[in-house]
């Protein structure tokens, strides 16, 4: 099965500062928010043509590969873990005939060296395979599916403490990457004849890990909460054409079944309840109400409330990420602070991220 991220061919999208490249949903280069770039102060700006962000980039064939490095992209950091990169390399497999199983993530690998020519990806997976066990999926669906800001925060605060040394990694590339030429010619860029140095960032959706990393840099580098929550709702304007696919798929999933019926029986349920659904394997666990066939007003609106729910887990609200800055300023004292204390920079590598990543405006 196709993932719902991904579409055969581009979709049009406003440019800057997205990109439309076939089979890639939520490609941005970050420093580009419209109009006029995402400013720092009143003579800095954010370098553009270093810091990218998409959706996952299972599908892309060497030609598409092509497309993303003319853009700027020399290194892709993936921040999925192994069961989703087995699960992408299943159904690409299955797409094209080969047999499903053995080792997803080497398999993928080496399909993705196969096809990316000289871009480089590194596999920083935040989460251990462990932490996909039904216990803690449903643990994140219930805190994404939470009409107030509370959940995602306290899942983006989870994201933040398993991903110091993914993070970390991404960081020490972005700090090592040259300045900005001070040719008036190239103030933005390397010059041209030079390999590319962008860095991709993605997930799954390239909204919450990568959402949380970027904001976490942007307001190290002194991009106000309200432009980097401006950026991150981006993510909704970059999937809003693979949405409705998104959302359908989060509804057919066992465990949202569960919580629609759940909303049918007028009670809330509870996490122990989704894990036993999502424990299960295919085709065991049939949720009670499947299949059946006349609904009534208040079937009507627990799915309605079901899908409400599946739009603000596939949403990129600003107020939650205004939420999730003030969370690290509580917790960190500010996003250098958790650059310090859980990714391990040090004075060196933090200016190196200014000098990489800061531009001067004339």
């Avoid at 759940?262 to 424990?279: F, H, K, M, T």
Wanted: aromatic share 6%.
């Amino acid at each position: 099965m196709a993932s719902p991220f991904t579409t055969p061919s581009p979709v049009p999208l406003p440019s800057p500062p997205f990109h439309s490249i076939p089979n890639l949903s939520n490609l941005r280069d970050c420093a580009l928010l419209p109009p006029s770039g995402l400013p720092i102060t009143s003579t800095t700006k954010v370098r553009p043509g270093i810091l990218f962000r998409s959706a996952e980039v299972s599908r892309l064939t060497a030609q598409d590969w092509d497309a993303v490095k003319r853009v700027g992209v020399g290194r892709v950091f993936d921040l999925r873990s192994a069961p989703e990169v087995e699960k992408a390399w299943n159904a690409v497999a299955e797409e094209g005939g080969k047999e499903e199983g053995g080792d997803g993530g080497k398999e993928m690998n080496r399909m993705m060296e196969r096809v990316m020519g000289d871009v480089k990806r590194e596999w920083v997976p935040v989460f251990e395979e462990s932490d996909y066990s039904p216990e803690r999926l449903a643990e994140r669906y219930l805190k994404y599916m939470g009409e107030g800001t509370d959940g995602f925060v306290q899942a983006y605060h989870d994201i933040l403490l398993h991903a110091g040394s993914s993070f970390r990694t991404i960081l020490l590339y972005l700090s090592n990457i040259p300045p900005p030429s001070s040719s008036p010619s190239s103030s933005s860029s390397l010059s041209s004849a030079s390999p590319p140095h962008g860095a991709l960032i993605h997930c799954t959706a390239g909204k919450d890990r990568t959402g949380i990393f970027i904001a976490i840099l942007l307001s190290y580098l002194g991009v106000s909460p309200t432009l980097i929550a401006t950026e991150y709702n981006l993510t909704e304007t970059g999937l809003a054409h693979v949405r409705d696919a998104i959302v359908e798929r989060l509804m057919q999933s066992p465990g949202f079944k569960a919580y629609t019926q759940s909303l049918i029986q007028g009670r809330n349920i509870s996490r122990d309840e989704i894990a036993a659904v999502l424990g299960k394997k295919d085709g065991e666990g049939k949720v009670e109400g499947d299949g059946k066939k006349e609904v009534g007003e208040q079937e009507k609106k627990a799915v309605e409330m079901g899908r409400q729910a599946a739009l603000r887990m596939v949403g990129a609200r600003k107020e939650v990420m205004i939420a999730a800055l003030g969370m690290v300023e509580k917790e960190w004292g500010s996003a250098e602070g958790y650059l310090r204390k859980v990714c391990g920079l040090g004075d060196k590598e933090l200016e190196g991220l200014r000098r990489a990543l800061v531009l001067s405006q004339g």
